[in-house]
């Protein structure tokens, strides 16, 4: 079992910046993917971006260029900078762990609310 935590959400003027953070615990050593997803009021759950244990990363085209994620595997956490945010970022950002063994299993986080206002 993986738990995950975030924090670091909370309301924001557009233009401006949050990080979000994701505490990991239990069995991580299984984990091969990490990512950060958000739902919006209405709207499907759809990935923001994602890290690979190598390292490897992948985002939507709408945050390409403004968000940036990061994994410390020493602390086990990983964070979504977010910069430059707009009104249509608003929305529960979850985190997202998955572990291919022994067989396919998506962790989720409780999630945190953005909400980009002024």
């Known amino acids: 079992q993986v738990q995950l935590v975030e924090s670091g959400g909370g309301l924001v003027q557009p233009g401006g910046s949050l990080r979000l953070s994701c505490a990991a615990s239990g069995s991580v050593l299984r984990i091969n993917t990490w990512g950060w997803y958000r739902q919006a009021p209405g709207k499907q759950r759809e990935l923001v971006a994602s890290?690979?244990?190598?390292?490897?990363?992948n985002y939507a085209n709408s945050v390409k260029g403004r968000f940036g994620i990061s994994r410390d595997n020493a602390k086990n956490t990983v964070d979504l900078q977010m910069n430059s945010l707009k009104p249509e970022d608003t929305a529960v950002y979850y985190c997202n762990a998955v572990s291919p063994l022994p067989k396919l299993t998506n962790y989720w986080g409780q999630g945190t609310q953005v909400t980009v206002s002024s």
């Open positions: 890290i690979t244990r190598l390292g490897s990363t």
